[in-house]
């Protein structure tokens, strides 16, 4: 394990600020308990980017994120900037890092807490112990194919966007699947729709040959539609599901409300090197500033990043094992706060995890 990493974080808009406050105390008490230094070096991208540069995702910023180990990212986007054209929203410089860094898989684990079941919209008994890794493809789909845009053809309107998959990209993404559910309970679901989407045939066709190289994992497939059902319906059926680009955008936040607020969920993006970690709600300019947003999602996301770009298994344990224990507690920001349990801001909630990871 090396001894310094460098990582660059962009806070990015709204409630990222605050956020990302909280999971850097995190990570100074992890730093000084484990002898290992973190070089933290602050930069912009998304709607702040665009106020100070004219583009959210400035050469400089790129420039840090490709020589640093790891990135963390607060959120991006708002209401402010969405007049924009669409080349130069906020939310372009997500896809932007994605592709330059070359991140192609997103991890995105959906685990209900014990001590907030009763948080769910589902029925406790649907919900208990759910622990489920979604694995979602990064580089291909509607997101990046070509041709794209809008145009006009006699007289009106058209807008085109291409679903386009590489057998390259999907071999890779489902070998993370695969390897994934060799560590957890070794099954996979692959979702596609490959009853109308002859790209996603190919998908379908790729993830079962990469299958016989992991005999001993139990591979499924299922139409994207039946698996949005199946999420409510049946989520403890789960373990493994790895998608596409657009349906792992959708399922993964519909999962998240299964844990009862989407301010609970982290996330990694990786990659051949390095890899970006970011919680998986938005910027919420709505409550910015008020002390009030969840950072245990960012401060989860943390503990990703110390486990797969540092190999900081235990820390990274560490700070999981002290989330859980803060809600045990009975601490709650306002997003999962219930009759019975203490109301806390953002940085209080902070200071209750920085306690426990001592």
Known sequence: MKKNYQIAVFPGDGI???????ALKVLCVISESSGTSFDLTHGLIG????????TPFPGESLELALGSDAVLLGAVGGPKWEGLDYSVRPERALLGLREKLGLFANLRPVRVFEELVAASPLKPEVVRGIDIMIIRELTGDLYFGKPRGVRVEKGQRIGVNTLVYTEKEIHRIAIVAFKTAMQREKRVVSVDKANVLESTQLWRDVVTEVSRDFPEVDLRHMYVDNCAMQLIGNPAQFDVIVTTNLFGDILSDEAAMITGSIGMLPSASLGAKGGMYEPIHGSAPDIAGQDVANPLATILSVAMMLRYSCAMEKEASRIEAAVQEVLRAGFRTKDIHQEGT???????????VVKRCL
């Not at 709607?47 to 004219?54: I, M, N, Q, R, V």
């Not at 203490?342 to 209750?352: P, R, S, Y």
């Open 47 to 54: 709607g702040a980017a665009y106020d100070t540069f004219g």
């Open 342 to 352: 203490t109301l806390v801001g953002t940085a209080a909630m902070g200071d209750e």
């Open 16 to 22: 990222g600020i605050e956020v990302i406050r909280e």
